[in-house]
């Protein structure tokens, strides 16, 4: 199973992560959580994933972030830990 990119993203899905921070208020204490996660080297499935945090939900697919959901929006694929 593949791990999280957190280098090198192209760059329009990197501007695409920033403007969902910004557009959906993802505060920091919520980044902070993300990159406690992204720091223990979580492996992810190769499909569609994603991974609940209390105010924000993280979705990805196979090593890439894709986007944030707020509560209430609902995410597809596999749940992670």
């Not at 957190?6 to 921070?21: E, S």
């Not at 569609?48 to 990805?60: A, D, E």
């Amino acid at each position: 199973m593949p791990q999280v990119q957190r280098k090198d993203l192209p760059p329009a899905l990197f501007q695409h992560l920033l403007d969902r921070i910004q557009e959906r208020q993802i505060d920091a204490r919520q980044l902070e959580l993300l990159a406690r996660w992204l720091d223990g080297e979580p492996e992810v499935p190769e499909g569609p994933w994603y991974r609940r945090f209390p105010r924000m939900t993280v979705c990805g697919e196979g090593n890439l972030i894709k986007t944030f959901l707020l509560p209430g929006q609902t995410p597809k694929g596999t749940s992670v830990r």
